[in-house]
Nanobody
Framework: QVQLVESGGGLVQAGGSLRLSCAASGSIFSIPVMGWYRQAPGSQRELVATITSSSSTNYADSAKGRFTISRDNAKNTVYLQMSILRPEDTAVYYC??????????????WGKGTLVTVSS
């Protein structure tokens, strides 16, 4: 079994910064892709950014220039540095990992989410 645990959410004023972290644990052989998604109230979950094990990144247009995704492969951890935050960034942020387990196929896992609230 694999678990993803997010941390770092909270309340911040518009223009401020936050850093989210997500640590994966369990029967992990490798994590080819890790990423962040978000879901605002009344909206569908959407991609924020992804990063491969070789550090190739992909960002949603809304995140480009403001957010930076990174990872520490040795710690099975992914980070999301968010800057110049806007009220419309308010959402629950979910970590996702595409995990190759030690005994099974590649499976996608989700964390439980961390709430980010940006006040105007």
């Amino acid at each position: 079994q694999v678990q993803l645990v997010e941390s770092g959410g909270g309340l911040v004023q518009a223009g401020g910064s936050l850093r989210l972290s997500c640590a994966a644990s369990g029967s992990i052989f490798s994590i080819p892709v890790m990423g962040w998604y978000r879901q605002a109230p009344g909206s569908q979950r959407e991609l924020v950014a992804t990063i491969t094990s070789s550090s190739s990144t992909n960002y949603a247009d809304s995140a480009k220039g403001r957010f930076t995704i990174s990872r520490d492969n040795a710690k099975n951890t992914v980070y999301l540095q968010m800057s110049i935050l806007r009220p419309e960034d308010t959402a629950v942020y979910y970590c996702n990992g595409v995990v190759a387990g030690t005994r099974g196929p590649v499976v996608g896992y989700w964390g439980k989410g961390t709430l980010v609230t940006v006040s105007s």
